[in-house]
């Protein structure tokens, strides 16, 4: 079963769109996106997470 990766909380929404998959926290304190990484390039995945070379 799914678990928010911040609160621990078990309920959530599944969410998904063309490049973001995840869920999203139900819990009234979080409400945070959990985001979950498939296979996809791992390239794009960094940049988006912010952790890509700085300019
Ligand atoms: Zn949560």
Do not use: V
């Not at 609160?7 to 996106?33: Q, V």
């Amino acid at each position: 079963m799914w678990k928010c990766h911040y609160c621990g909380s078990e309920d959530g929404m599944p969410y998904k769109d063309r490049n973001l998959s995840g869920m999203l926290c139900l819990a009234p304190d979080c409400g945070r996106f959990n985001e979950i990484m498939n296979e996809i390039g791992t390239e794009s995945a960094g940049a988006q997470a912010g952790i890509g070379p700085a300019e």
